[in-house]
Each structure stands twice: as structure tokens, then as C-alpha cells.
């Protein structure tokens, strides 16, 4: 399947500073700081000016190689397509000037960037050393030592990309933090196989991560926890659970701990459900999604104007219980949920006593199963969770 990658706009380093940055916060640093380079950059490098014009003119350069220059920070350029220029933490750049003193060239260090042939320079390490440097006197005209890496003159958008990503990828665990939405884009333009696997995965739902699709139509805020649920309950079952979500229009937002909890309860409960959609010719998983999440809230609204349908927090929220790797209590909740739905239809098999799954029965029950798998901090209260209407109605 052809893949349409999302190319941005490249911004410039000093306008966001000069935009973003707070106006009282910039005098204050100017005043105080503003002269103050602690240490000398290296000396003796090649001015950039001399670099792109060798380069561009083909005299010197074919591109490939690796020049160490002198850049004006004016230059800078950053591309938000895989790094992350509008996260710069100015708050943190501000902190960093004041522990210094100013601006450390050795605490730094060498930026790195990429010489594109438009002649834009676009950083793949550096977006925050950059902006302290500029915020230290706020002249654009100051210089920092950076290695500068030339495109081949033929390089195409996407192959400039990749390779510039990956250069920021190989990064990105160093500095500063990476969200898991930039996290993840940043592997996907560099192609890596873990982040290529999970956008195809995701692809066949319309779900979009970190804008790689933005023509989707649903959105994964943290791509973590697919990756946890594939790996920990398999592909098919994460499958069912996202074919059952997105079909049924469920949330255009689909949280991590919903796809986390919803694939562990038909992982372990897999079995019970086929018995219902086997004896009655229904899809009941995604029937119970759409009754709760659609048609809920305006069933009850004659009786109470303020019934709403199901919202994925209520599934989700465990409180104290929410260290749970595996989202017990959530599971519990669908446990709820799928009883009461079946309950409601009158959905029965025989031998499940007054819920389809049942709560009695031998230690070999799938509840029992279930239950002795809980963390032992949530396991004497997991019942009151399957057992307890958790939303208003």
C-alpha cells in the first residue's frame, strides 16, 4: 500500500524565540546576560557564507560531506515534520541561562544541521542550545560552531528527510524529552521499522499518530500503548477491539488504557463472547460499544436531561488502582458493561447464572482466572468494579 508522507513548513529559530518567548523575560535576559558568552567557541572555522556558495556553485563541494562552520543563528532553520520546533521549552532555555551565567559554547557544544540545495540550513540537534544563544543578547548576527552536513545537490525532499531524522532521531534520547507523539515521528521519517509497522497497523482503522495521517479519521494520542497491547494479547485481539471502536464511531479520540483494557477483557474473556455471537447471530462486543458510547445517552434523555452516552475516562479511571499496567479495573468495567448489555437484550447462556460472565463457579471460571491475575493491591476490590454501575443514566 503506498504510503502519502506529510511534509511541513520549515520555521526559523529566531522568529519562534522572537514570537514565543515572553517580552519581560527577554529583557530580563538581554539585561542581565546579554554580553555574557562564558567561554570561546572553536576558532578558525569556515564561514558558512563560504560553504554555501562553494557548495551551490559546485567548485568545492558535490555534497556528502561534513563541514565544521560558523553559522549566523538568522540561518537556522528546523522542520517539523519529524523534529520539534514548536516544543521548545523557553521556560527551560531561560532557566539554563540563569544556572550558567550566559551562554557556555562548551557546555553546547557542536550543533548539527543539514545543508539543504535551496541553500536553508534545517538543525537536527540544537533547536534549544540555538535559541539560548539568540536570547543571550538577542542579536541574530551571533555565531555558533555547528557540523554541517551537505544533501546530495539531487537529494529529494523525502530523502533529505529521512536522513536528516534519523540524524535527529539517533538524538532525541540525549536531549530534551521527547513526547511520545514526537517520539514516534520522528522514528516514522526515519523509517524505522517499529514506527513504519505500527502506522501500517493503525492505518487499516483511519487512526492517525503524531499527524503522519491526517486524512484519518480517529486520532491515537500515545502510540505506547498499542505497541504494549500487540505485543501482550496479539495482534487479532488489538485488531477486534480497534475494528469494534472505530466502526462503531465510538470516539474520534481513542486513549491508550481504552485499547489497553478493552483488548486484556477480550483476550480473557474471548471465549464467553463467541458462545453469544455464535447463539444469537450478533457481533455483541461491537453491539455493547454502540449502545454505550451511542445510543445510551439519548435513551435515557426523556427521563433525564442530563443522560449523556459513555465517555472512555469512566472506562478508564482506576484512581488509586491506576499503577496497573494491565488496567484491571477497566477490564472489571467491561465486565460491567458486557453484563449489562446482555442482560438488557436478554443475551443468556446456559450455566451463567444471572450474568453471562459469571462470578461463582470453579477456580478454573474465566473470572476466577481473571481475578487471580490482578495486581494483589486491587484484587480484593475487583469484584465491586464488574459489579457496580460506574456512569449515570
Sequence with gaps: MTKKKVYKELLCLVDLARDKVDEN????????????????????????????GDFLSGEKYLGGETVLCSIPISHLWSDPT????????????AKNIRDVGGYSNNAADILSAFLRPDAKIVTTKGNHRATM??????????????????????????????????????????????????KF?????????????????CKQFSIDIAGTLPESKFHLPSHSY??????????????KFLKAFTERNCSEIIYGNTIMAGSHFLNRFGGIISQVDKKFHIDSFSDMLDFYFNRIGPMYQPMNCNASNLKQELITDATV????PDNEAGVARFVFLYNDFC????YELKGSANTVIPF?????????KFKESCNPFIRTTILQFATTQFFKT
Excluded at 543571550?136 to 533529505?160: Q, V
Design 343 to 346: 442482560g438488557r437484550y436478554g
Design 185 to 201: 515521528k520522528s522514528a516514522y521519517y526515519a523509517e524505522e521499522n517499529w514506527a513504519e509497522s505500527l502506522y501500517e497497523f
Design 82 to 93: 519529524y523534529n520539534r520546533p514548536d516544543e521548545i521549552d523557553y521556560n527551560k532555555c
Design 25 to 52: 523575560i527577554k529583557s530580563e535576559l538581554n539585561n542581565n546576560y546579554g554580553h555574557v558568552v562564558i567561554d570561546e567557541a572553536p576558532k578558525d572555522l569556515s564561514p558558512m557564507e563560504d560553504v554555501v
Design 133 to 182: 544563544r539568540y536570547l543571550c543578547g538577542l542579536d541574530p548576527t551571533k555565531e555558533l560552531p555547528i557540523s554541517l552536513k551537505l544533501h546530495k545537490r539531487h537529494a529529494s525532499l523525502e530523502e533529505m528527510v529521512i536522513i536528516e531524522s534519523k540524524d535527529h532521531n539517533r538524538d532525541c534520547s540525549y536531549r530534551a524529552p521527547q513526547k511520545g507523539d514526537s
Design 360 to 368: 461463582d463457579g470453579s477456580e478454573e471460571s474465566e473470572w476466577n
Design 226 to 239: 498499542v505497541d504494549r497491547a500487540r505485543r501482550r494479547y496479539k495482534d487479532p485481539i488489538v485488531e
Design 321 to 324: 488502582n491506576n499503577s496497573s
